[in-house]
């Protein structure tokens, strides 16, 4: 994994743009020409940082230390993934479980969207809905849990 520190000024800037109580920030852009779509990711110290996935940096042969230039703007597009009909459902059902996974970030919707598409079998869906449905409540505990602690 290579990482771009975005600069602080900038940083506050793209934090502003995209709502002050932004934690992460979907962005679009280029780095070094090449199209890019991520997530900024807080660094501390009010900075961000961009990671890069590895068919931008291999492509590039970038290596630690090495000075890039970058080209970001706020993404507007929603990030959200559509929901299959089944998983809705199923969280409809346990309004604890579907206020829990809303608060997911929108990359671990996905991935837990994509692990209910990518089966064949209807029982097999049916039992990940099931099993996505049970850790959700069991989040939603937790979480209670450690506030109340």
Known sequence: MRCVDVPRDVSKSLRQLAGDNRKHIPVVGQVEGLPLKSTLSPRGGGSYRLHLHSNIWRKLRIDEGATVEVMLLLDGEPRDPVLPH???????DAP????TF????????????RYVEQVKHASTRENRIRLIVKRMLERAAKQKKKKTA
């Open 86 to 92: 089944e998983l809705a459902g199923g969280l409809a």
């Open 102 to 113: 809303n608060s997911l970030t929108p990359a671990f919707r996905r991935q837990i969207v």
């Open 96 to 99: 604890r479980a579907l206020a």
